[in-house]
T-cell receptor, first 116, second 115 residues
């Protein structure tokens, strides 16, 4: 079964500093990969996704992630943190399947705090 | 275009009762998935409906059920509520035009508290 590991349940960065949120997946076949963000008392919003093609994926709000097959990783980065980035971030996968599984498997989440 | 809507937003029930949650997908979206979010277990997939048929089901007991109507609106039902059912229930919709790579758009969730 697919699993997703997010290293660090809580990450703190200073405003203007680099944001790096780590995600590793377990699969012998690269899955489809997603990053979602959740603000307090809200649902999930898609930041970016990797399906095929270019391994560096750009998303909304200045975030990007790089798919590294050799490291089974899909880490999320942003060059300069903003106070509005404070939220919880979830990495998720859908196994590559011709049957079209729609079941997202999520990591435990990483809560990002931005210090002024 | 209006987003995914879920009603009610907050719900308080007592053990043993049953509850029905509603989800209206984005117009034109035919797939609706349900997820449960708890502090301990995180986000877990419940089930997915497409064209009124359940396509995928997660590892939850039979007390959790759902259905989808011809207009793609979906409901999920939890019978004989337990304290552990307290959670945020999230609904997500997608066009399902290209199976797994479609983006799933999430609603704000229904916060269920079981006393």
């Amino acid at each position: 079964a697919q699993s997703v590991t997010q290293l660090g349940s809580h990450v703190s960065v200073s405003e203007g500093a680099l944001v790096l949120l780590r995600c590793n997946y377990s699969s012998s076949v690269p899955p489809y990969l997603f990053w979602y963000v959740q603000y307090p008392n809200q649902g999930l919003q898609l930041l970016l996704k990797y399906t095929t093609g270019a391994t560096l994926v750009k998303g909304i709000n200045g975030f990007e992630a790089e798919f590294k097959k050799s490291e089974t990783s899909f880490h999320l980065t942003k060059p300069s943190a903003h106070m509005s980035d404070a939220a919880e971030y979830f990495c998720a996968v859908i196994p590559y399947s011709g049957a079209g599984s729609y079941q997202l498997t999520f990591g435990k989440g990483t809560k990002l705090s931005v210090i002024p | 275009k209006a987003g995914v809507t879920q009603t009610p937003r907050y719900l308080i029930k007592t053990r043993g009762q049953q509850v029905t949650l509603s989800c209206s997908p984005i117009s034109g979206h035919r797939s609706v998935s349900w997820y449960q979010q708890t502090p301990g277990q995180g986000l877990q997939f419940l089930f997915e409906y497409f064209s009124e048929t359940q396509r995928n089901k997660g590892n939850f007991p039979g007390r959790f059920s759902g259905r989808q109507f011809s207009n793609s609106r979906s409901e999920m039902n939890v019978s004989t509520l337990e304290l552990g059912d307290s959670a945020l229930y999230l609904c997500a919709s997608s066009q399902r035009a290209d199976t797994s790579t479609d983006t799933q758009y999430f609603g704000p969730g229904t916060r269920l508290t079981v006393l």
